[in-house]
């Protein structure tokens, strides 16, 4: 089980951890073989996120095949992405 170290801390107190792609995979899986409930209590993860990964597996399948990507956590696309400069100038205004 390849789980990193957590950065922080969620609003509940409760540790944020980041996932690698093979165990995310390793994950899915067990939740195939038994049961997505059994696999939130073995690999301690939300079954909502087992559930996600599910969803996204030939995605997640096809990403840990690439020689580069060996290091990568999330799929392309993913993340919070970057304001333009229309929309930080309408924050900062709303703001006042």
């Known amino acids: 089980m390849e789980l990193e170290k957590p950065a922080t801390t969620s609003h509940k107190g409760e540790k944020i951890s980041s996932y690698t ?8 899986e067990f939740a ?4 997505i409930g059994a696999a939130a209590v ?22 840990s095949k690439s020689v580069s990507n060996k290091k990568r ?12 400069d229309v929309e ?3 924050k900062c205004r709303k703001k006042y």
């Open 32 to 35: 195939e073989n038994k049961s």
């Open 21 to 28: 792609i093979k165990f995310k995979l390793e994950v899915v």
């Open 42 to 63: 073995k690999y301690k993860v939300d079954r909502h996120c087992i559930r996600d990964w599910k969803k996204k597996k030939d995605d997640l399948q096809e990403l």
């Open 73 to 84: 956590k999330r799929l392309q696309g993913a993340g919070r992405k970057p304001l333009s």
């Open 88 to 90: 930080n100038v309408m």
